[in-house]
Nanobody
Framework: VQLVESGGGLVQAGGSLRLSCAASGRTASSYAMGWFRQAPRKEREFVVATSWSGATTYYADSVKGRFTISRDGAKNMLWLQMNSLKPEDTAVYYC?????????????????WGQGTLVTVSS
């Protein structure tokens, strides 16, 4: 499975961005997927994850109510709608996929990662 993110950029605080992740591979639609981010001089952290069906979704407290994950299995696409952005949301955002589940506390267990897309929120 290959993951390619897009949609990052520069936005003012309070604004919105929509990130996309295109997954390739015939089994990609059956994978759990999610988003992580890494801010400058910080460790990569969990943002949100969803099951392969989209029926189960869980968010980091820091983004709950502002970010929304969605996916289209038929198109092998994953999106992250980010609203009410804050300067502290500035980070490289990574798409992740795993055959079983995207573990928020065990990144080393995740099967696939994208190359990341930079989101910069100005104050």
């Amino acid at each position: 499975v290959q993951l390619v993110e897009s949609g990052g950029g520069l936005v003012q605080a309070g604004g919105s961005l929509r990130l996309s992740c295109a997954a390739s591979g015939r089994t990609a639609s059956s994978y759990a997927m999610g988003w992580f981010r890494q801010a400058p001089r910080k460790e990569r952290e969990f943002v949100v994850a969803t099951s392969w069906s989209g029926a189960t979704t869980y968010y980091a407290d820091s983004v709950k109510g502002r970010f929304t994950i969605s996916r289209d299995g038929a198109k092998n696409m994953l999106w992250l709608q980010m609203n009410s952005l804050k300067p502290e949301d500035t980070a490289v955002y990574y798409c992740a996929a795993d055959k079983y589940s995207v573990a928020r506390d065990d990144q080393s267990s995740i099967d696939y990662w994208g190359q990341g897309t930079l989101v910069t929120v100005s104050s």
